[in-house]
């Protein structure tokens, strides 16, 4: 499809069509098809959080520095790179590989290529292996490429693309329940109950990967019998036209920066509030706060899901407020309110800054990213509890930074969507270097001024919402 000079005839940063047509020009919402591809984001949310609890196992087991360590998330988000770095390739040389076996087949194919991966880590506990827990890594890191790349611009097209935004962060506040929960059930698993049994260091993570691999291929074979949609699957012209449009390749950088940045904080935290000038905790009590830096993601999506909604303001204003009232009240009865109450003034802020968003994906995405450098400052500069909190506050506004910026890049790029799609997870690869570079730092100096890797990627993030989302956006695509 040959660009056209055709300005935009919406502002920049609304995420509204500039398309002639849409799949759901007929009215249909489709809202079935949507629950279940929620399915999905949880399943992906929980295994790829439970890396967090992963690495101090490992690194104990192995006698691992934070360098080496840190190759968990190498192996992991790598695969993401080398995945749809592939499908990239396929669609410039042949046609999207989507178009040809569909959405439906692609969530199989992703699932099956996870539960083989959750399957290499009974061999590698068995036989110590270290590249062989990495092979497991890489293996369940290229089928959650393929969920990515057809997951994602599947929602954004299951309705119009005004709401997109919306969508994909309510999808990933499924995304977040997996990451919350994950690390709860996880750690117990691992640092506690398989660790009563006598199977220590490695061994404990046998059993909880060996029912991810059931557990996978028994939605893949239920996806399989399902019926979904077939909605915006037209064949693109080989080549690479997507990188024709700078705001896709600048998305690509902030998808990198984006993933590296909260992957890289995730990754210490248990470590982190270990440290006796911090907080002293143990790793199965640090643990639970890995749990609250995710849940954050998790009430954050959802309050973006209904910002970026088309609720009336009534009714937005109404679930603005009793989001972050409810989490309050389910933290304080679930983690008790002595420790709660710490969190009330990150939950209060994350309310007041959606306020000034004003619905808007780039504007939201540049305020709580700007928030995140603000708060990694403080944990840099200052120690104990409050360093340990701005750590923990991170999570609640990097909550909307994937689905804003996935909606800002695919905004209008009609069938050129699943080959933006394979660049945007491509991008993940930021999950892969940042985190070594954190810790190579952290090795040199410390783990506190480390958070200058994670700072610098969010302050991009902020770049693109601000201005790098608008940059050639008179050049999109003529419509379908």
């Keep these: 499809m040959i660009p056209t000079n055709k300005p935009m005839a919406t502002p920049a940063g609304s995420v509204k069509s500039s398309a002639t047509h849409s799949p759901t020009g007929n009215g249909q919402t489709y809202r079935g098809p949507f629950a279940i591809m929620t399915v999905l984001f949880f399943m992906w949310g929980f295994i790829t959080v439970l890396n967090d609890i992963l690495i101090p196992r490992l690194q104990d087991a192995f006698t691992l520095t934070n360098y080496q360590i840190m190759f968990v998330q190498t192996a992991f988000f790598g695969a993401y790179f080398i995945g749809s770095l592939l499908y990239f390739l ?16 692609g ?28 092979g497991g890594l890489f293996v369940v890191g290229l089928g959650l490429t393929m969920l990515q790349i057809a997951a994602n611009p599947y929602v954004t097209i299951l309705g119009s693309e005004r709401t997109a935004s919306s969508r994909l962060n309510l999808a990933q506040a499924f995304n977040s329940v997996g990451t919350t929960v994950g690390p709860l059930i996880g750690g117990y698993l691992i640092y506690e109950y398989f660790a009563k049994t006598g199977a220590n260091g490695a061994e404990s993570v046998k059993i909880p990967y060996l029912t991810f691999c059931i557990i996978f291929a028994m939605i893949a074979v239920i996806f399989f019998f399902l019926h979904l949609p077939h909605v ?49 905790l143990t790793a199965l009590e640090a643990s639970k706060y890995v749990s609250l830096f995710w849940g954050g993601m998790l009430i954050g999506r959802f309050m973006g899901a209904v910002e970026l909604s088309e609720m009336k303001p009534l009714n937005k204003q109404l679930f603005l407020a009793g989001i972050p009232v409810a989490a309050f009240i389910i933290l304080g009865s679930w983690r008790g309110w002595d420790i709660v109450k710490n969190y009330l003034p990150l939950l209060a802020l994350c309310w007041f800054l959606f306020q000034f968003g004003k619905a808007n994906a780039g504007r939201t995405l540049t305020i709580f990213s700007a928030t995140i450098v603000v708060l990694l400052a403080i944990a840099i500069v200052a120690g104990g509890k409050i360093s340990m909190w701005c ?15 996935f909606s800002l890049a695919l905004d209008g790029m009609g069938i050129y969507k699943s080959q933006v799609s394979s ?17 190579k730092v952290a090795d040199h100096w410390n783990r506190q001024v480390a958070f200058i890797i994670p700072l610098i990627a969010y302050a991009y993030v902020g770049f693109y919402g601000l201005v790098g989302h608008r940059i050639g956006r008179n050049r999109l695509p003529a419509a379908a």
């Design 90 to 105: 396929i669609s410039a040389l042949a046609d999207d590989p989507i178009a040809r076996i569909g959405y439906k087949n």
């Design 107 to 134: 969530v199989v194919i992703g699932l099956l290529l996870a539960a083989l991966g959750s399957a290499m880590f009974w061999p590698a506990a068995s036989l110590l292996s270290y590249p062989l827990f990495l």
């Design 232 to 280: 915006g699957e037209g064949k693109i012209e080989a080549g690479i036209g997507a990188l024709k449009y700078p705001h896709v390749v600048l998305g690509m950088l902030a998808i990198f920066m984006y993933v590296g940045g909260e992957v890289s904080v995730g990754s210490q935290i248990i470590k982190y509030l270990g440290q006796p000038d911090v907080a002293g």
């Design 391 to 405: 750590v923990i506050g991170v999570g609640l506004f990097t909550s909307i930074g994937w689905p804003n910026i």
């Design 423 to 439: 660049l945007l997870v491509m991008a993940v690869l930021g999950g892969a270097i940042l985190p070594p570079i954190m810790g």
